[in-house]
Structure formats: structure tokens, C-alpha cells
Nanobody
Framework: QVLLVESGGGLVQAGGSLRLSCAAS????????MGWYRQNPGSERELVAS???????NYASSVKGRFAISTDIAKNTVYLQMNSLKPEDTGVYYC?????????????WGRGTQVTVSS
């Protein structure tokens, strides 16, 4: 079992920045992929940014150049730095990790943190 706890959401004006954190209960070395997703009411959850073993990263086209995903191995934490925020970035942001092998293999999600960007 892997527990994920997100933090760092809040209300910010357009053009501002926020940094989201996702603290994991296990070493992030054990994860095959880590990512951030966002969701709004009535919409599907969409990928915002992800990173896989080998340090490759992937971003939604709408956030490229503005958001950056990173990890701190010592703190077992995944971050999402969000700059130049826009009202359309509003949503609940969820942390996700994937374990492909082992007894704990599976897809894990945090409870989410709300980000609201005002115009």
C-alpha cells in the first residue's frame, strides 16, 4: 500500500505561482511513474505532468513552459511548480504513482488539493 498526501494548493491570481507537494509513504525509487492530474466538475481527470524511471518527463501542451515536475528522493516527495497561472488551470490536482511490479503493484492516488486561479 502507498499513501500519498498532497499539499500546496490555494487561491492565487492569474500570473501567480504555486508549488504543489506530494509526500509518499514509500521511497519514490520504488515507483515506475509519478504524475500530477487535474479535474474539474463534470470533466475527466487529465494528465498535467508526469515523470518516469529514467527521469523522462511529459507535460500537457497547455502547461508546457509554465509547469515543472520534480522529485526529492530524500523527502520521498514529488513536486509540481506552477508558474504564470491562468484561470483555466483551476481544478483539483491529484498526485499519482504507479508500481508495475511487486506485492504492492498498482495505481495509487492522493485525495487531491484544490487550486483556484482568479482572473
Amino acid at each position: 500500500q502507498v499513501l500519498l498526501v498532497e499539499s500546496g494548493g490555494g487561491l492565487v491570481q492569474a500570473g501567480g505561482s504555486l508549488r504543489l507537494s506530494c509526500a509518499a509513504s514509500k521511497s519514490i525509487f520504488s515507483f515506475d511513474a509519478m504524475g500530477w492530474y487535474r479535474q474539474n466538475p463534470g470533466s475527466e481527470r487529465e494528465l498535467v505532468a508526469s515523470t518516469a524511471s529514467g527521469s523522462s518527463t511529459n507535460y500537457a501542451s497547455s502547461v508546457k513552459g509554465r509547469f515543472a515536475i520534480s522529485t526529492d528522493i530524500a523527502k520521498n516527495t514529488v513536486y509540481l511548480q506552477m508558474n504564470s497561472l491562468k484561470p483555466e488551470d483551476t481544478g483539483v490536482y491529484y498526485c499519482n504513482v504507479v508500481l508495475k511490479y511487486g506485492l504492492n503493484k498498482g495505481d495509487y492516488w492522493g485525495r487531491g488539493t484544490q487550486v483556484t486561479v482568479s482572473s
